[in-house]
């Protein structure tokens, strides 16, 4: 397959050059157009829509090219042989000659005037706009003869000027497209190894991308684009995940992503890494990992809160508070009773970049010194922490002297009383007196006087989701949802309606849609499930009972299936079944 090349040629000369030397590039479908500054840019749209492998030109058109399009760029160059024909034919002349040009042009001539004892004055320009004000001040000082490129000779005759063309020969351009085979042959094999490494990447379960710092997909393989339910043709993520701005921002800041800290992504239940890429330009890029599973080193995941909880709010009915008075503070309740949202209703119109939320998986001084990090490169941005009863009374301790020191806007959440955690000696005295009076306790969602409301909220807020348009509920369902115990709260609110929004086919959720009920319920305490070390057991009883709830929690996990739970307890079935019988 020949190389298609167009050569942009900045005067009539190298059109004709270029044409008389087809037969001897027997490699290349070489396309010829006539074009220097001025006309160049209109060019490109053309040139990129036609197929082209290479582009070759010189001087300033040349470096305007490489400037605007994304094709290899080869630059003609000026050889020795043709600035010692231009000084020859110049010596002769009895008149006072300057040479204007871009600097590739001056260096070369200055070097060779200098061997040659020619006494030429000259002046550097670096932009097509340039060209004018330097003729003018040439003409100024009695200049009679510019030399330069096709430009400024053009111009220079406008303004009374003689002007000498710099050319060039047939050894340059053959040099030209020397390097032009080069380079194609080059990038074709950089072409053959990236289509591999894609192939690669397209047959991994896990996602992976490269992104700009503008949120940009410079590669995305299948799975990524699956993971994050991008369309085919989606090119930019923070259109759908807007808050990856700030974890992209964050670890351009120095933020760790690939070893202790992952980013949890709540909508799609989705771990994100990043890593900064090398690139060859000034951009910075990222390398992304998605998948569904967290994780194995990840002891904090972080998540970027930006939206304001839009189906339901903890009001004046209750007398809480609607905003956050001052910091440190606590927000507390059962899992699922809304406290990230509580915090984002909260707190999101005083924190310009949105809610951090941090959840700690672990113990250790990676996970606290990662949390540091983070909070301080947020600047003014509000901090919710969960977990924090996992960290070391010594961890707690430098936790609460760094958010006090440094005025660190933070929200800890609790699944109980912080004063109740302290007795248990699982809050450090320390932690627990920054918090003061700043404590809010949630209520289940099943004890709140808004219930019904709720439920309405959360068809309306469904219905746009899911592109339905439910008009209402059935009494009789109505009533069983209402004398339903909401275990899993907000959360399971939510997945419950998800699936009766889903089955329904008429304009209302009619009695059917019950017997997606305990399925909904299961499904939400599932995805509640508590991460390891943080398992809510009273550990203030006999061993046999303790014993008892570790296996009832893990059977829950498994959906009551007594092999899989088995199997993670790390006993037999039978032994299981004897268990259980005993209880």
């Keep these: 397959m020949k190389i298609k090349a167009i050569v942009i040629a900045p005067y009539p000369g190298l059109f004709e050059l270029t044409l008389s030397l087809q037969n001897e590039l027997q490699e290349f479908e070489i396309v010829v157009e006539h074009g220097d500054l001025s006309r160049v840019l209109p060019l490109i749209g053309r040139i990129h829509s036609e197929g082209y492998d290479i582009i070759i030109s010189r001087g300033g058109t040349a470096k305007l090219l490489q400037k605007h399009s994304y094709l290899p760029v080869v630059e003609i160059p000026v050889s020795g042989f043709d600035i010692l024909r231009i000084l020859t034919l110049v010596q002769g002349y009895n008149a006072k000659c300057e040479m204007i040009g871009f600097p590739n042009i001056i260096e070369g001539f200055m070097s060779v005037s200098s061997l040659m004892e020619v006494d030429i004055s000259y002046t550097v320009i670096h932009q097509e706009q340039e060209v004018s004000a330097a003729l003018a001040d040439a003409k100024a000082r009695g200049i009679q003869v510019i030399i330069g490129d096709s430009i400024t000779v053009k111009i220079a005759a406008e303004s009374g000027l003689q002007g000498v063309l710099i050319t060039s020969g047939r050894e340059s351009l053959m040099e030209a497209f020397s390097r032009a085979g080069q380079l194609y042959k080059s990038a074709r094999k950089l072409k053959v190894k990236n289509e591999m490494y894609e192939a ?82 000034e951009r910075l890029l990222y390398m992304l990992h998605s998948s569904v599973d967290e994780p194995e080193r990840s002891g904090l995941a972080a998540s970027y809160l930006l939206t304001e909880a839009p189906y339901f709010s903890h009001r004046e009915d209750v007398g809480l508070e609607t905003d956050f008075q001052a910091y440190p503070a606590a927000v507390y309740g059962e899992k699922g009773s809304g406290r990230k949202r509580y915090v984002i209703n909260a707190a999101l119109s005083e924190s310009r970049d949105g809610i951090l939320h941090l959840n700690i998986r672990r113990s250790s001084e990676e ?5 540091m990090e983070l909070m301080l490169y947020g600047g003014g941005r509000v901090t919710a922490i969960e977990g924090a009863e996992l960290l070391s009374a010594k961890q707690q301790r430098e936790l609460a002297e760094f958010i006090i020191k440094r005025k660190m806007k933070t929200v800890f959440l609790f699944d109980r009383d912080p004063e109740v955690l ?75 309606m998800d699936l009766f929004v889903a089955a329904s086919t008429g304009p209302f959720i009619e009695p059917e849609a019950l017997a997606l009920l305990e399925e909904g319920s299961r499904k939400a305490r599932s995805g509640l ?5 943080r398992e809510e057991l009273n550990l203030y009883q006999p061993l046999e009972d303790i014993e008892r709830d570790i296996i009832q929690t893990v059977l829950e996990q498994e959906n009551m299936n007594q092999s899989l739970a088995a199997k993670r307890l790390g006993i037999n079935r039978s032994t299981l079944w004897r268990k259980l019988k005993e209880d």
């Design 200 to 281: 690669m990447l397209g047959k991994l379960e896990d996602g992976y991308a490269a992104v700009d710092q503008g949120g940009k997909l410079e590669f995305a393989n299948p799975s990524f684009k699956q993971l994050l339910r991008l369309p085919e043709t989606a090119d930019t993520l923070y259109t759908m995940y807007p808050g990856l701005r700030e974890m992209l921002r964050d670890a351009g800041r120095g933020a760790d992503f690939d070893t202790v800290t992952s980013v949890y992504e709540p909508e799609q239940g989705l771990y994100l890494q990043a890593q900064i890429l090398p690139a060859a330009d």
């Design 367 to 371: 996970v606290l010194k990662a949390m």
């Design 422 to 496: 302290a007795a248990e000696d699982r809050l450090a005295g320390k932690l627990l007196r920054s918090l003061q009076d700043r404590r809010i306790p949630l209520p289940a969602l099943r004890d709140t006087p808004w219930l019904e409301r709720s439920i309405r909220a959360c068809l309306i807020w469904t219905n746009e989701r899911q592109g339905k348009q439910i008009a209402g509920i059935r009494s009789e369902v109505m009533e069983a949802l209402l004398a339903h115990p909401w275990q899993g709260n907000f959360t399971e609110l939510r997945t419950v």
């Design 529 to 533: 499930d508590t991460v390891p070390g």
